[in-house]
């Protein structure tokens, strides 16, 4: 017995491809900018590469868009690419940012989208920045304030430790 899923998939798929929302394969992409994670989270490693440049060639990459600054792309093994990596600093934006990669021979330049989210792959919202809950922390901007209170602290514990041992002792309070 076969299984409606798989007919209803393919029609779907079928689909997509016909009206050009598939996403282009890689093998047919041989001019383009692969960005790989997209999504990814601030502080996330990107890794992009691309054919675009020649076998055994170096170019230049400018993610300036995002905050990463210029990184170098280098021969790799993998089927002639030039691959090259970079942080996508903490303090970015959730956005779609441009990668530009610029061919060391011939000066050909290629683009690709970065897409920068707050949202982790399992769809829980990283925490980001500070609480403000209108109470200072446990050493405040205050020391002189910070001081008294751990005093006050260590003068309830002292009288109460000294209350329960003459309490023990049966002298009664």
Not at 37 to 61: F, I, R
Not at 69 to 96: C, K, M, N, W, Y
Not at 136 to 144: C, E, F, I, K, R
Request: aromatic share 4%; glycine share 16%.
């Amino acid at each position: 017995m076969r299984r409606p899923a798989r007919p209803l998939t393919g029609a779907a798929l079928a689909v997509a491809a016909a009206s050009g929302l598939a996403a282009p394969a890689y093998a047919a992409d041989t001019a383009g900018l692969e960005v790989y994670p997209s999504p990814v989270v601030p502080g996330g490693q990107v890794t992009v590469n691309t054919k675009a440049c020649g076998e055994k060639a170096t170019a230049a990459g400018d993610a300036s868009a995002v905050g990463a600054g210029p990184f170098t792309l280098a021969p790799s093994a993998h089927e002639g690419d030039a691959i090259g990596q970079f942080r996508v600093p903490e303090s970015a934006q959730q956005g779609t940012y441009e990668i530009v990669v610029r061919c060391a021979e011939g000066g050909k330049e290629v683009r690709g989208d970065l897409v920068v989210t707050l949202t982790a792959v399992r769809g829980q919202v990283l925490p980001r920045g500070s609480v403000k809950t209108g109470v200072g922390g446990a050493l405040g901007p205050d020391p002189v304030q910070s001081a008294a209170g751990v005093a006050a602290l260590a003068v309830a514990a002292a009288g109460g430790t000294w209350l329960l041992h003459r309490r023990a002792r049966g002298d009664g309070i």
